[in-house]
């Protein structure tokens, strides 16, 4: 069951995407990204509610919680300033780049987190995950040279740049997540669901400063793919966590499977807003998606 709930959690987590994509269309990042947050906040507030009140309404499923002490409400601010700032970027580079390019390069992200924890935690990578970081980083080279075919230039391009900065700020979000879930003991629901509440905080001061003074020149218009990308990123943390608890579980193996959603991000980015040179990109992706088991079967392995 655990393995079924981490694809779903890959399908899920690529819709997100292409939500995303679509929400951002005419619209600013900064509103599309507030109303994010607001949805999540209203999904987990019964989760809130149960956990502060002691109701047991989710006894027993991924979804129960307690009510946290001040230092671990302090551990979440930290993980939502920092998980804020990673969507911030991320949004906007999806924005303005090819889904085909946003895909693959979110896909490395076991890559930075792993050389994160060997530099962290004294994680020692093996030949298989070597040969798996090796492999990303041609596959990204050769990424980059498709992206110069669409006059995008992986060097000067701000828009890269974001891209790559959102990919770096969640793989130390990750990492964050293993310390203070694992080390400090935090529930993943009493995390997931604060975590939500805190970054709609920030994000109300964010769009006071940086939107409302502006309304008359950056418009906004409604879509129904803005809630779509809350209800999809909550389902697919949700089955995450639902794959982690199950008994005998591999966390290597959900983190790889759940990298397989770039192919639904590809899929639909091709389909659904007709991006080119999908050959070049596709072998690319093929080159990351290798990668990536390779990570897996070293992580297993190890």
């Given at each position: 069951?655990?393995?079924?709930?981490?694809?779903?959690?890959?399908?899920?987590?690529?819709?997100?995407?292409?939500?995303k994509?679509?929400?951002?269309?005419g619209?600013?990042?900064?509103?599309?990204?507030?109303?994010?947050?607001?949805?999540?906040t209203?999904i987990f507030?019964p989760v809130i509610?149960n956990g502060?009140?002691?109701?047991?309404?989710f006894?027993?499923?991924?979804l129960?919680?307690?009510?946290?002490?001040?230092g671990e409400h302090?551990f979440?601010?930290?993980k939502?300033?920092?998980?804020?700032?990673?969507?911030?970027?991320?949004?906007y580079?999806?924005?303005?780049?090819p889904?085909t390019?946003?895909?693959?390069?979110?896909?490395?992200?076991?890559?930075?987190?792993l050389v994160?924890?060997?530099?962290?935690f004294?994680?020692r990578?093996?030949?298989?995950?070597?040969g798996?970081?090796?492999l990303?980083?041609?596959?990204?080279?050769l990424?980059?040279?498709?992206g110069?075919k669409?006059?995008?230039?992986?060097?000067?391009?701000?828009h890269v740049?974001?891209?790559?900065?959102?990919m770096?700020?969640?793989?130390?979000?990750?990492?964050y997540d293993?310390y203070?879930?694992?080390?400090?003991?935090l529930?993943?629901s009493f995390?997931?669901?604060?975590f939500?509440?805190?970054q709609?905080?920030?994000?109300?001061?964010?769009?006071a400063?940086?939107?409302?003074?502006?309304?008359?020149r950056d418009?906004?218009?409604?879509?129904?793919a803005?809630?779509?990308?809350?209800?999809?990123v909550s389902?697919?943390d949700?089955?995450?966590y639902n794959?982690?608890s199950?008994?005998g579980?591999?966390i290597?193996i959900?983190?790889?499977i759940?990298?397989?959603?770039?192919?639904v991000?590809?899929?639909?980015?091709?389909?659904?807003?007709g991006?080119?040179n999908?050959?070049?990109k596709?072998?690319?992706?093929?080159l990351?998606l290798?990668?990536?088991?390779l990570?897996?079967?070293?992580?297993v392995?190890?």
């Open positions: 069951m655990w393995v079924a709930a981490a694809f779903l959690s890959a399908l899920l987590l690529g819709l997100y995407d292409v939500s994509k679509r929400s951002l269309r619209n600013a990042v900064v509103v599309v990204l507030w109303l994010n947050t607001l949805f999540s209203i507030l509610i502060e009140l002691g109701l047991g309404w006894e027993g499923t991924p129960s919680s307690h009510s946290g002490t001040l302090l979440v601010a930290i939502s300033a920092i998980t804020l700032s990673s969507w911030l970027c991320g949004y580079a999806i924005k303005h780049l889904l390019i946003v895909g693959p390069v979110n896909a490395t992200r076991p890559v930075v987190v994160g924890a060997m530099l962290l004294g994680e990578l093996n030949m298989w995950q070597w798996g970081v090796l990303t980083i041609v596959s990204l080279y990424l980059s040279h498709a110069r669409e006059d995008i230039s992986f060097r000067h391009s701000r740049w974001a891209l790559f900065a959102a770096l700020l969640g793989a130390v979000s990750g990492l293993k203070i879930i694992s080390t400090e003991g529930e993943p995390v997931q669901s604060w939500c509440v805190y709609l905080l920030m994000m109300t001061l964010i769009v400063i940086m939107w409302l003074p502006k309304t008359r418009s906004f218009h409604w879509s129904w803005i809630p779509l990308i809350s209800i999809f389902a697919a949700i089955c995450y794959a982690l199950s008994e579980s591999m290597a959900v983190s790889m759940r990298r397989s959603s770039v192919l991000t590809f899929t639909c980015g091709a389909l659904l807003f991006e080119r999908l050959k070049t596709a072998l690319d992706l093929a990351i290798v990668g990536m088991i990570l897996a079967i070293g992580s392995n190890g």
